[in-house]
């Protein structure tokens, strides 16, 4: 599993210092604004929550928010972030002490954020996940879309990395190491008799699509908009730079 120490300030301005990460930021928050807006104080784990982008949306919500990753470094930044809100837990710890530990005992919503392109075998994570997680539970996933990742290499020409399965000697830390297949992901999900699909869709279907790069600053909002629209229909889902999934663990 990897950390980002050592570049966890890189890593914070690469993601929400640019269009791709808010435009993910914002469409994760409009997905899950049921549970933000909710009157009733929610149990939040935030999973590999790295520096608290996400937490800090639901704590100041007045949720209770419980957030893990394995690096120090982005708890570093989190904890700053945070520092203001006394419903905020913050431990470091991996996905696989997480769930071993108790930490989703009283989760009312486990958030599993970018983490699943990031582990060596990732859907054993996930069953891991909804076996230990409550009744009731929804579970929030969201990763880095195979898929679409060779969709967008095809666009670009990128043929023979492609044909390396997408695969480089020197991998760059900041680049998702185990990207998922959504048809795999749900088959998993549909292996479980008391798992709920309450709502699934692409994060980034025409963002990472545009040509005219100088647009998507210019546009960001028309694009934000179509992303809404159109993110959560076939088959406009698949084409996601990430795919976002939020089930419900039933009895």
């Known amino acids: 599993m990897s950390s980002f120490d050592g570049i966890a300030n890189k890593f914070d301005k690469n993601i929400y210092g640019t269009s791709k990460g808010r435009l993910r930021h914002a469409l994760l928050c409009h997905y899950l604004q049921g549970f933000v807006d909710s009157v009733d104080s929610i149990n939040v784990v935030d999973l590999g929550g790295g520096t608290g982008v996400m937490s800090k949306?639901?704590?100041?919500?007045?949720?209770?928010?419980?957030?893990?990753?394995?690096?120090?470094?982005?708890?570093?930044?989190?904890?700053?972030?945070?520092?203001?809100?006394?419903?905020?837990?913050?431990?470091?710890?991996?996905?696989?002490?997480?769930?071993?530990?108790?930490?989703?005992?009283?989760?009312?919503?486990?958030?599993?954020?970018?983490?699943?392109?990031?582990?060596?075998?990732?859907?054993?994570?996930?069953?891991?996940?909804?076996?230990?997680?409550?009744?009731?539970?929804?579970?929030?996933?969201?990763?880095?879309?195979?898929?679409?990742?060779?969709?967008?290499?095809?666009?670009?020409?990128?043929?023979?990395?492609?044909?390396?399965g997408l695969k480089v000697k020197n991998q760059v830390r900041l680049n998702p190491q185990n990207p998922v297949r959504p048809t795999e992901f749900l088959d998993i999900l549909r292996a479980f008799s008391n798992v709920e699909i309450v709502h699934d869709a692409g994060l980034r279907c025409f963002h990472d699509y545009m040509f005219d790069r100088e647009k998507v600053e210019e546009r960001y909002q028309d694009i934000l908009s179509m992303e809404k629209?159109?993110?959560?229909?076939?088959?406009?889902?698949?084409l996601?730079?990430?795919?976002?999934?939020?089930i419900k663990k039933c009895a």
């Open 229 to 238: 629209k159109f993110g959560a229909s076939h088959p406009y889902k698949y």
């Open 57 to 164: 949306v639901f704590a100041a919500s007045g949720h209770s928010v419980l957030l893990t990753d394995i690096s120090k470094d982005v708890l570093a930044i989190a904890k700053h972030r945070l520092s203001d809100y006394q419903n905020v837990d913050i431990k470091q710890q991996s996905i696989y002490e997480s769930i071993s530990n108790g930490s989703l005992d009283n989760a009312g919503l486990v958030l599993c954020h970018a983490v699943l392109e990031w582990l060596p075998d990732p859907m054993r994570v996930v069953r891991a996940l909804i076996e230990r997680a409550p009744i009731n539970c929804h579970l929030s996933f969201s990763f880095f879309n195979h898929d679409a990742n060779l969709f967008a290499n095809a666009l670009y020409g990128n043929f023979d990395y492609i044909n390396k």
């Open 240 to 246: 996601g730079k990430y795919y976002h999934c939020l």
